[in-house]
């Protein structure tokens, strides 16, 4: 056990913290189902609290009481850290949502603005940010696609899978003597990756939805039925959530999409598979969630839409298949890595001599 300043009981969008003036001595939170069998949402939630107490003297312990939303800027002022119990996301995620996401979302707020507008502006700036490593991750693919004759090239020449070693060993040579890096595509991939759990995070636990309507969702905060369904499907549920059902579509032909420009001959058979199967998922998973997150996700795939159009126009790969063949001309520079690997293997086989 140890002190603590205080102690609180969190619903989804509202607390109720009990504040000490100095400290508690020590404190013991409890939470248990109040009936499983009625209602698993009911709980019963109790604390111990050991408050400091001297019998010979008169005692003072001030408290305060606090039952309010979990507001994010509300929470804070209080400057107890009470904003800590907003699950905004661990470490690098809960770090974007607090110094990035909110202080934005709270400036867009300001204009008054209808939340479903708000959210079609956040998510326009965050593409924005973002639209330099989604640019360059398109110009990779592109490079990749240029050079897939080549591969295919490759494969024909090591048909049987007893070469698959050799195949892939005239596949990196071939990317060398190219200049192309198929993994380039892969870190500004990542890069957006946070981005994506962060609003994952946001858009659930932000109080400023709540009861907010748009379009034909009465409630960003939840999930916008326009159909119940009779009967209940497994990890489904009992309704259709529209805003969900146009992310998982739109997921679909951006699959569809990105598939066509990434097939260089080089996916494992199965993975075409596993890329469609995802928003099917997905639009399981997402049924009940906050259609604000769901409207994100579709509003995110449609803007992504726009962009890969446009990067066709900006983008000539006749130029970049030019490019490549000047690179393939060009003497293959070593890099200190495989420098220092040549030179390990002198070293070895120069002790090697001398131990003969």
Not at 210 to 216: M, P
Not at 309 to 329: G, P, V
Request: hydrophobic residues 45%; aromatic residues 16%; charged residues 20%.
């Amino acid at each position: 056990r140890t002190s603590v300043r205080w102690i609180s009981f969190k619903q989804q969008f509202f607390s109720s913290v009990l504040i000490a003036g100095n400290n508690f001595s020590s404190a013991v939170v409890s939470t248990q189902s109040y009936d499983e069998a009625q209602d698993e949402l009911l709980k019963r939630m109790t604390a111990a609290i050991d408050i400091p107490y001297n019998s010979r003297e008169n005692n003072s312990i001030p408290m305060h009481f606090y039952f309010g939303p979990n507001h994010f800027n509300t929470l804070k002022a209080f400057d107890l850290k009470l904003e800590e119990q907003i699950p905004l996301g661990w470490a690098l995620f809960g770090w974007i949502n607090r110094f990035i996401v909110i202080p934005v979302f709270n400036y867009l707020d300001s204009f008054h603005l209808n939340y479903g507008i708000i959210i079609l502006i956040l998510t326009l700036l965050l593409k924005l940010v973002l639209f330099p490593i989604a640019f360059k991750t398109y110009v990779s693919q592109a490079r990749m696609r240029v050079l897939k004759p080549d591969i295919e090239e490759l494969s024909q020449k090591f048909p049987k899978k007893e070469d698959a070693m050799k195949k892939q060993q005239a596949q990196m040579a071939l990317y060398k003597k190219a200049g192309v890096n198929p993994m380039s595509g892969c870190v500004p991939m990542l890069l957006q990756f946070p981005f994506l759990i962060a609003m994952f995070r946001f858009f659930p636990a932000s109080f400023e939805l709540r009861q907010e309507g748009f379009l034909w969702a009465d409630d960003l905060s939840s999930y916008d039925s326009i159909f119940d369904l009779p009967f209940t499907i497994p990890f489904y549920g009992d309704h259709v959530s529209l805003f969900t059902l146009l992310m998982a579509i739109s997921t679909v032909i951006y699959t569809h999409m990105n598939s066509q420009m990434m097939n260089t001959g080089t996916q494992m058979p199965g993975m075409k598979t596993m890329m469609y199967f995802m928003p099917v998922m997905l639009l399981f998973v997402f049924n009940s969630f906050a259609s604000g997150l769901s409207y994100y996700y579709f509003l995110a795939n449609v803007i992504t839409f726009a962009q890969m159009f446009a990067f066709r126009y900006m983008i000539n790969e006749d130029k970049i298949r030019l490019k490549i063949e000047e690179n393939k001309k060009k003497p293959v520079k070593k890099s200190g890595w495989q420098k220092r690997l040549e030179d390990m293997a002198k070293q070895q086989q120069q002790q090697k001599r001398r131990k003969k």
